[in-house]
């Protein structure tokens, strides 16, 4: 027996265990790692809110502060001032002195007073000694000198995190070349190894610390009762002082901070498990929570997530220290994977999801009122779906599928998937952008090019797409009309196909309209429209789309999507695109002659690209009308751009070349990455309507919009973002440095002379609407 089908009973197991297996990964590297820091720090914070209690009363704070420098005279003091401090503490009963300040031999005569001092108090007077970093790394020892042969030097060495604060302390440390006992350890009178370290309990309140002036000392006229206390001395000041936070309580100087690490130690040698204890706590809970049976969840996984909350604060009590945030984080997780699994298994019981895929089904769609029936419906059919899932290991159709969805979900711009049966998928989209659906199914053509790999074979996977478009009807019978298009194209290889109900009459009108081509460009049927565009730095008209349209003598005005599609698979889109550029061109010359700024904009076919035909075509008119290369744009979707290869490449190239500018047409509804913006030969970046629509939806729209425009200002494009249809929007656009927008706020398409007249009397239309 073939190995890989030996372990498949393995790969089938760990399958349907991945949720808890991920979760898993990702909390125990978050714990590893220590990026759920913040979260545990905030936990803790919170925890110490509950816990809060007050010092022991133990260790009282003579501070230098603001009134002592104000009283006595400027910091650093002359010695003497410090004796004549440390002979009042001993005389009023202090039973050890630690002067948490960094001093340095000053005048000799006070430092001799000094060292008389401490050398009359033996073992009773400690001074700080640490490491200064310098900005190169280096460390400069500050030790204190000739101040007595008694006093024991200890270390003040704090290390500060991120948040600015101190989370931890060690017994020991090195300074210089020698080791040193923290100025806590002996306060408290616990010591440790070198290296090791203790957690803050930040639980106690730093209101609750005796506290007292030096200045008040030094005369006499502090309350503060030292006797048989410990007595820490310094700095206090707003000035000379450095704050650090204290989760919970603001902020204080070090000194409180040492007073908080000696009240932790003394209440016992605090012990630190780390996360990994609670961790695998939750990985047992989530265990019984998401595959245990029902009693289990109950006895174990609903009583295990409380534990999660309420033993670090017994713990902590206890004097036992955890960080719990890898652990909510595994069970919390889990917590949502265990809801969502009672939503789908409820879901797979009304038959409203799909038992492969976990994808909703046809019939949820079909039950759902809320639908917006004026969407186009989109149907996607995978070629030879059967004969794929009949070559495949059992239980691995749920895989095949699964990626199937998510290929499919890259090119819908996420939009709801409903799974129906024999490979069939179906959506909505927005109705009034069908141009838009026809890229987006040309690009996921190109994303099913590359095979599928399951179960470590590849398959190739075509998919072909059918489009209902009648709204009044009922979805029911939409469905029926999406699904029967997609089987045609599939049937005819084609990419897609719309379902078209229209009479016979109807249909050979459709297909006389190539024919009618010619006559209607000869007789003036078909003409151009000029969308403006708005400059929105100046706020001034700087430019125009020129959008072709027909209108039909008979039926009216008829969709660009239907005539161009035609002309477009008949080779006929040349012609009709030469016709707009020479319009385009004769209109540019006479707006130019008012502003010389101006530039229009016109579309370009993808299957234009792909020869080099069209410089000419784009040369001739410069030539005829005589206007700069620079006041022509040429707009094509970076999609399209990619999808015709390296001849459409070319083609750009050597349009810039000519000076014209390049706009990536409806950008962010492709495959807008990096890699095609820097092949494509862009000047211009035109932002697709639905991103401008969402723009004030909230803050996460807003930010890919912003991202999008200095992205492009970053890569030297100007942004022109379409469907401007509130003043809102046009104001928000300016707000984030848009360059030029347009759409049927700032005006409609237009015919030449209204063009014309809007640049010959220019009325400004101001950003803030």
């Known amino acids: 027996m073939p190995l890989s089908r030996a372990l498949e009973p393995l790969t089938v197991l760990a399958q349907k265990r991945k949720p808890l297996l991920w979760l898993m990964l990702v909390s125990g590297l978050m714990g590893i790692a220590a990026f759920m820091e913040p979260v545990d720090l905030a936990l803790l914070t919170l925890r110490n809110k509950i816990r809060a209690q007050p010092v022991s009363g133990e260790v009282v704070v003579v501070g230098v502060d603001d009134e002592a420098i104000a009283t006595t005279g400027p910091w650093p003091w002359n010695r003497a001032r410090l004796a004549a401090l440390t002979d009042r503490l001993f005389e009023s009963g202090a039973d050890r002195v630690f002067f948490d300040l960094y001093l340095p031999p000053l005048e000799p005569k006070g430092d001799r007073a000094f060292a008389e001092v401490i050398d009359r108090h033996p073992g009773a007077v400690f001074l700080a000694s640490t490491n200064d970093y310098a900005a190169d790394g280096k460390a400069r020892v500050l030790e204190p000198s000739s101040l007595g042969d008694t006093a024991e030097v200890v270390s003040t060495m704090k290390f500060l995190r991120y948040w600015n604060g101190v989370p931890d302390l060690a017994y020991r440390q090195v300074i210089g070349d020698r080791v040193r006992r923290s100025m806590e350890t002996a306060i408290a009178g616990i010591d440790g190894r070198l290296g090791e370290k203790f957690p803050i309990d930040y639980s106690y309140t730093l209101a609750s610390i005796p506290y007292a002036s030096a200045a008040d000392v030094i005369t006499g006229r502090s309350e503060l009762d030292v006797k048989g206390r410990t007595v820490v001395v310094g700095l206090n000041s707003k000035t000379l002082s450095t704050r650090l936070a204290v989760p919970g309580q603001g902020h204080a100087t070090s000194v409180f901070v040492t007073v908080l690490g000696a009240e932790t130690l003394k209440a016992g040698r605090p012990a630190v498990l780390g996360w990994w204890p609670l961790w695998m706590l939750a990985v047992a809970v989530s265990t019984a929570l998401l595959y245990g049976s029902n009693r289990l969840k109950w006895m174990l996984g609903v009583p295990g997530l409380s534990m999660l909350v309420v033993l670090p604060l017994v713990l902590e009590h206890a004097h036992v220290f955890v960080e719990v945030a890898p652990a909510l984080l595994l069970a919390v997780g889990s917590l949502v994977v265990f809801a969502w699994q009672q939503?789908?298994?409820?879901?797979?019981?009304l038959g409203l999801v799909?038992?492969?895929?976990?994808?909703?089904?046809?019939?949820?769609?079909?039950?759902?009122?809320?639908?917006?029936?004026?969407?186009?419906?989109?149907?996607?059919?995978?070629?030879?779906?059967?004969?794929?899932?009949?070559?495949?290991?059992?239980?691995?159709?749920?895989?095949?599928?699964?990626?199937?969805?998510?290929?499919?979900s890259i090119g819908t711009t996420g939009a709801q998937l409903w799974h129906g049966d024999d490979g069939n998928f179906v959506w909505l989209t927005n109705a009034a952008e069908l141009e838009l659906v026809v890229d987006q199914f040309k690009a996921m053509q190109l994303i099913f090019r590359s095979p599928i790999k399951v179960a470590e074979r590849s398959y190739d996977v075509d998919v072909a797409f059918g489009i209902d478009r009648e709204t009044a009807l009922p979805m029911s019978h939409r469905l029926a009309s999406a699904l029967a298009a997609a089987h045609a194209a599939s049937e005819e290889g084609v990419c897609w196909m719309v379902h078209d109900p229209a009479t016979a009459k109807a249909k050979e009108w459709k297909l006389s309209l190539l024919g009618e081509l010619d006559d209607a460009l000869e007789a003036g049927h078909i003409w151009v429209a000029y969308q403006p565009q708005l400059d929105l730095r100046t706020a001034v008209i700087s430019g125009a789309e020129a959008l072709v349209r027909w209108t039909h003598p008979v039926r009216g005005p008829i969709s660009p999507m239907d005539f161009v599609e035609i002309a477009e698979r008949n080779g006929r889109i040349g012609k009709v695109t030469a016709f707009v550029l020479d319009r385009a061109g004769a209109v540019t010359r006479d707006v130019l002659r008012r502003n010389p700024a101006f530039r229009m904009s016109v579309n370009l076919s993808p299957s234009e690209l792909s020869s080099s035909m069209i410089v000419d075509v784009v040369r001739s008119v410069l030539a005829r009308y005589q206007i700069p290369p620079d006041a022509l744009v040429l707009e094509i979707t970076e999609t399209a751009a990619i999808a015709e290869g390296q001849a459409a490449l070319a083609t750009l190239n050597e349009l810039r070349m000519l000076g014209i500018g390049i706009a990536i047409d409806d950008y962010g509804t492709g495959m807008s990455t990096l890699e095609y913006l820097r092949k494509i030969p862009a000047t211009e970046l035109k932002i697709d309507r639905r991103f401008t629509n969402a723009l004030l939806d909230g803050p996460a729209d807003r930010a890919v919009m912003v991202s999008t425009i200095e992205l492009a200002h970053i890569l030297g494009l100007e942004v022109v973002a379409e469907g401007i249809e509130t003043p809102e929007q046009l104001f928000a656009l300016a707000q984030i440095r848009c360059d030029r927008g347009q759409g049927y706020h700032i005006a409609r398409p237009m015919e030449d002379s209204d063009l014309k007249e809007m640049i010959a009397y220019p009325a400004k239309v101001k950003a803030n609407g």
């Open 354 to 408: 799909h038992p492969v895929s976990g994808l909703p089904t046809v019939n949820a769609m079909l039950r759902r009122e809320d639908l917006i029936s004026s969407e186009l419906l989109i149907a996607a059919r995978v070629r030879r779906f059967a004969d794929i899932v009949s070559t495949l290991p059992p239980d691995f159709e749920h895989e095949l599928t699964k990626l199937i969805a998510a290929r499919l």
């Open 343 to 349: 939503v789908l298994e409820r879901r797979r019981e």
